[in-house]
């Protein structure tokens, strides 16, 4: 048997080991290539015939999972900026939020870091290049954000009220403003990179955290 052969019957034998993967692990590896395409081409340039390739399966094994390039790019967009447990606000076993400052730092600990993911970060500079292309898709996303970041604000208010560290008059445009710093910092490394952002990451940090504190503190009776 020549090597040529060999070669041939190991890509058939790998070829048809990754048709018989389990659907959820399926829809993994084609959301990972999407991830790949949509990055490098956009939303226009992207087909699902390059999904497939890079996925290492036919379109018809896309088309078991999903109906077309816009469910695909749906899907890899919510799996990306929109987690189940994106929605929450959830204290670390470091931090009993025995004060405000403990309390806006576990809140920004965790904005932060959801910002700082590159995956994260990818998706979002998608999205502002699409807004042109693609603007009802970019608009639909964009308050898709705008809401989670919402209900994730809205806990976070919540919890530092119960425990009297937050006064009590927040209102809704208090929720929607805890993130604008941190929304700025991330336009800001989008569009100049992180080598040329004018102000340090903890600067910004620092500063969002006054902010917050400022804002945020009981009057004092």
Known sequence: MTDTHQN????????????????????????????????HRGFLGTSLERIAARAGISKSGIYAHYNSK???????????????????????????????????????????????????????????????????LAQYWGQQLLDQNYTANQAFFQLGIQRGLIRPD?????????????????????VLGPQHSPVPFEEVRLLHKRLLIERLQPVSA
């Open 8 to 39: 041939k019957l190991h890509k058939n034998e790998s070829t048809n080991k990754r048709r018989y993967l389990p659907s959820a692990e399926r829809k993994r590896e084609i959301l990972k290539a999407a991830f790949d395409e949509f990055s």
């Open 70 to 136: 816009d469910d695909v790019f749906e899907d890899m967009l919510r799996s990306t900026l929109l987690p189940p447990e994106g929605n929450t606000f959830e204290l670390s076993d470091t931090c009993e939020a025995a004060t405000l400052s403990c309390l806006v730092d576990e809140y920004l600990n965790q904005l932060y870091e959801r910002l700082s993911n590159p995956d994260v970060q990818a998706m979002f500079r998608l999205l502002m290049t699409e807004s042109g292309r693609v603007p009802d």
């Open 170 to 190: 927040v209102s809704s445009s208090d929720y929607l403003q805890a993130a604008s710093p941190s929304l700025m910092w991330l336009m800001v490394l989008l």
